[in-house]
C-alpha cells in the first residue's frame, strides 16, 4: 500500500497487541483480581465491544502469552539448539523456559498462569514450543544417546510437567530463589532418570 498505510488486518493485530501489552502493564501496578476488563479497556482507550472482538475474557489477554512464547520458542531456542548434544540441549531449552518466566513475562504475569483452570498447559503437543523440545528428544533417541521404550514425545512430555512444577514452586514463593540456577538443579536431576 501507498503511503505506508496499515491493512485492516495489520491494525487489528496492532489492536490485539496494544489490549495485551495494556493488560501485561496494569498487572504490574495491581493485583489480577482487582483488575475488570474496564481498567482494561480504559487504560488501552478502546471499546468494551472491541475488547471482545479479540478476547473473551480479562484471562483469556494473559493465556496470549502461550502464543507469544510459541513464536519465542520456534524463532529463538529451536536455532539456538540446533547442533547441540541432548543434555546441553535440554538445559538450554528449561533455560530459556525459566527466563520467560520471569525476563520476558514476570513474576506477576507467570503467577497469573500457573492456575488450575489454565487449560493452555492441556494443548496438543504437536504445536508450540512442544515440538521443540520433542526434537532435542527425538535425535538422543535416534544416535542412541538415550535408549529407553518411550516416545520422544512422552519423555518431553515428562520433562515440560516436572519443570511446570519447579516454575510453580517459584511463584508460590513469590520469586524469592534464582529461577535459573533452580531450574538447572532440577533438570540436572530429571535427566538422571534417563541417561
Not at 519465542?72 to 539448539?81: G, I, R
Amino acid at each position: 500500500m501507498s503511503g505506508g498505510k496499515k491493512t485492516r488486518r495489520q491494525q487489528a493485530i496492532d489492536t490485539k497487541v496494544h489490549i495485551f501489552n495494556t493488560a501485561v502493564r496494569l498487572l504490574e501496578q495491581q493485583e489480577f483480581d482487582s483488575i475488570t476488563v474496564r481498567d482494561i479497556v480504559c487504560a488501552a482507550n478502546v471499546s468494551v465491544g472491541c475488547f471482545y472482538n479479540y478476547y473473551s475474557s480479562k484471562l483469556d489477554v494473559y493465556y496470549e502469552t502461550y502464543f507469544l512464547a510459541d513464536e519465542y520458542f520456534n524463532s529463538t531456542v529451536s536455532p539456538a539448539l540446533e547442533g547441540l548434544d541432548f543434555e546441553p540441549a535440554v538445559y538450554l531449552y528449561f533455560d530459556y523456559y525459566a527466563r520467560y518466566s520471569f525476563e520476558i513475562t514476570s513474576l506477576s504475569l507467570t503467577k497469573v498462569l500457573y492456575n488450575s483452570k489454565n487449560k493452555c498447559f492441556d494443548r496438543r503437543l504437536d504445536r508450540g514450543m512442544m515440538p521443540v523440545l520433542v526434537q532435542v528428544v527425538q535425535r538422543a533417541l535416534d544416535s542412541g544417546r538415550l535408549s529407553c521404550e518411550e516416545s520422544a514425545q512422552d519423555i518431553a512430555l515428562f520433562f515440560l510437567i516436572a519443570v511446570r512444577g519447579q516454575i510453580y514452586n517459584w511463584c508460590t514463593n513469590d520469586g524469592s530463589y534464582d529461577l535459573r540456577e533452580a531450574m538447572r538443579k532440577y533438570v540436572s536431576k530429571l535427566l538422571r532418570a534417563y541417561i
